[in-house]
């Protein structure tokens, strides 16, 4: 019976073999140029460049930073959504998840207008405390955060909504406090969700580009991170880096997805 049943799931009809096939080649082909064109043999003098390291370190530092920013902020949001009867519930999960399919660059000119020396935030904090945010390394993190903070929110919301509330109930009869029960009974019980948010997080910050270039610009070692130094180095012809950090980017990106993939993709 199972055998059969295999055998089964090994037809596939003609009619979606073919545009399967083209779905396939279209996703990874750019990728396999990348590694057919990779200069393998300057590969360690590449990735050892002042440049290069530079830019890794402040990708690092700026996504590490972002990812922290949206759990204290992020996970309190995807309780909201996913533990209450808030008012207006559904419009906020909209907006909040509104930077998953918005152009990163439109994404730029909203930080901007909210945090630039003229906007709604950014003109008070200039005329009150003298603080400049657009094109510092402040700005970067605040553009990472806004571009991966939802995919944090996404992973915890979905892992908060699946998870037993029955404990959070004995909790609650036993005289534990909302705040205690959340710290020592759903926290806990949640964390591989937001574990999972975090690396998604994480990952989506450290490839994060066109709000960090229209918000905090490109400035080597303030605020040029590795997607921007890549488009540098390919403006500037030296498609070898721009290979190279492709490359690695792609990586982790990989890397996150296949470690990820019982939670995000679903089990193959």
């Known amino acids: 019976m199972s055998r059969s049943r295999r055998t089964d799931d090994l037809r596939v009809p003609a009619g979606l073999l073919i545009p399967a096939a083209l779905g396939v080649a279209i996703l990874v082909l750019p990728m396999v140029g990348l590694i057919a ?9 590449i990735l050892s460049s002042d440049e290069v390291l530079t830019a890794l370190r402040l990708s690092l530092v700026t996504a590490t ?39 990163p660059v439109v994404g730029g000119v909203a930080l901007l207008m909210v945090f630039g020396r003229r906007g709604l935030v950014g003109g008070w904090l200039y005329d009150t405390f003298g603080i400049s945010l657009p094109f510092t390394t402040e700005a970067v993190v605040l553009a990472q955060v806004f571009v991966a903070m939802p995919f944090l929110i996404v992973a915890v919301e979905g892992a908060l909504r699946t998870a037993d509330r029955r404990y959070d109930d004995v909790a609650a009869t036993l005289g534990a406090t909302s705040w205690t029960t959340f710290r020592r009974v759903t926290l806990p019980a949640v964390a591989p969700g937001v574990l999972a948010g975090a690396v998604l997080c994480w990952a989506r910050a450290l490839g994060e580009f066109g709000a960090t270039v229209t918000f905090a610009g490109s400035f080597p070692g303030t605020t040029r991170t590795l997607p921007l130094e890549a488009y540098v180095a390919i403006n500037a012809g030296d498609s070898d880096v721009a290979i190279v950090l492709s490359l690695l980017m792609i990586a982790v990106s990989v890397t996150v997805l296949i470690g990820l993939r019982d939670r995000w993709i679903g089990a193959t």
């Open 65 to 103: 930073i972002a990812t922290g920013v949206a759990l204290v902020c992020g996970v309190p949001v995807a309780w909201l959504l996913a533990r209450t009867a808030l008012p207006g519930r559904s419009v906020l999960r909209g907006l909040v998840t509104v930077p998953l399919v918005l152009p």
């Open 37 to 45: 064109r990779a200069p393998w043999g300057d590969l360690p003098s």
